[in-house]
């Protein structure tokens, strides 16, 4: 296999862990987590079989504890470290007409107060990135003033990115819409980069593969992005309507190799690039232990398919106009099985074969299912 996937690294949400669900029910399941020391237990197991999800990223309030250095030593026991920290500007009353953007500079400031609360979590975590998601926006013409709310936004960024320290990053991440249906305040990665340019080389984008409109051309906004300098992150699922938060590579596997293609092309694999890979998935229907390692695992095979790309033989068909010559170049390596090939990857490395297999016959689940009864089981909002 090709020596790059060794600098795979795929990060995984505390969040994914917890019980979650539609606009009309949350589901509970046996031996879902209570506390997040609990989250990065069953994180790290999926580490221990994929060996490819070395940290766990954290959501303030969500994950918040009274002692983030302990916290930070309880993942290192458990073979994994604390990643980015995501902060939460959407689940508070004062938030309802905007957090960051809002015309009120009180709520502004309370939002802002958030954040640096954010980063001194990171600190105390060691975090590199701290990544921000708004849900400001407005539902009906005339609602809110566009031009407005954007210098608002900037002006609050701003303030949030002269706090950070030398070594860490602001990712602003974006959606086209949800929970705002007019206008979201952050919709698309035009806005995204031009509200990170403005501040500095550290602030950089966060790529949500389903913050999309339908039949967007996401392998193209990555390029792009990379061209830039300003990829920063990815936020990996799996859309088939709307921000569905599915399996990564379940609607559209050609659509995830199509988007590793170009991540491996512009360097996005080089640990220099600072791209940072994660989950972000909310599993309502399926046990979320394997769901997370089913989309690790979807990521790798796509990634392993696009290392096949033969480049010096698609450049050639490019420059010579040789459109199906190209194209069938990419659909050679797309259709190529490469599910043996990485089954003996892992177990040169000393991993499981069949990482799926090992979680189900490991034990594990029916063992968290035994010992986590009792308690408030997280979810969304804990």
């Known amino acids: 296999m090709h020596a790059l996937l060794d600098e795979l690294r795929i990060e995984l949400p505390s969040w994914a862990f917890g019980n979650s ?18 989250k990065i237990a069953d994180a790290a197991t999926v580490h221990r ?3 490819l999800a070395p940290t766990v990223a954290l959501h303030i ?8 250095a302990a916290l930070a030593a309880h993942a290192r026991e458990h073979g994994v470290a604390l990643g980015t920290i995501n902060s939460n500007t959407f689940q508070d009353d004062a938030y309802k007409f905007g957090s960051l953007t809002h015309v009120d500079a009180t709520v502004r400031q309370k939002a ?9 979590v990171m600190h105390q975590t060691g975090s590199r990135d701290l990544k921000i998601w708004l849900a400001d926006g407005t539902n009906y013409p005339g609602q809110g003033d ?8 900037a002006a609050s960024l701003a303030t949030i990115y002269r706090h950070l320290g030398e070594d860490q990053r602001m990712v602003l991440e974006y959606k086209f819409f949800e929970p705002a249906m007019y206008m979201t305040d952050v919709p698309d990665w035009g806005t995204a980069y031009a509200q990170v340019s403005a501040l500095g080389e550290r602030a950089v ?5 389903g913050h999309h409109a339908p039949g967007t051309n996401i392998e193209f906004i990555v390029a792009q992005l990379l061209r830039l300098g300003k990829l920063g992150s990815f936020d990996f699922n799996s859309r088939f309507y709307a921000d569905d938060d599915l399996i990564v590579g379940a609607a559209d596997p050609f659509q995830l190799f199509r988007i590793m293609f170009e991540v491996v092309r512009g360097g996005g694999l080089d640990a220099r690039s600072g791209v940072a890979l994660m989950l972000d998935q909310c599993h309502n229907v399926e046990a979320k232990i394997p769901g997370q390692i089913r989309s690790v695992l979807n990521v790798l095979e796509m990634t392993a398919r696009a290392l096949l790309v033969d480049v010096d033989g698609l450049v050639a068909a490019q ?4 459109v199906l010559g190209a194209n069938g170049i990419v659909m050679d390596a797309f259709y190529t099985d490469v599910r043996p090939a990485l089954a003996q990857w892992r177990t040169e490395r000393g991993l499981p074969a069949d990482p799926m297999r090992a979680f189900a016959e490991s034990g ?3 063992a968290i299912d035994a010992e986590r009864v009792g308690g408030t089981q997280s979810s969304w909002g804990a």
Do not use: M
Not at 63 to 68: A, I, L
Not at 146 to 153: A, E, K, S, V, Y
Not at 319 to 322: H, K, L, P, R, V
């Open 21 to 38: 669900g539609t606009r009309f029910k949350v589901f509970g399941t046996p031996g879902t987590p209570r506390t997040v020391w609990e």
């Open 49 to 51: 079989v994929t060996g």
């Open 61 to 68: 309030p969500w994950d918040r504890v009274d002692d983030y």
């Open 112 to 120: 802002i107060d958030h954040h640096l609360d954010c980063i001194e």
């Open 146 to 153: 566009i031009r407005g709310r954007q210098d608002r936004l």
């Open 205 to 209: 984008v966060c790529l949500d593969t």
């Open 319 to 322: 420059e010579a106009g040789d």
């Open 364 to 366: 594990y689940q029916q």
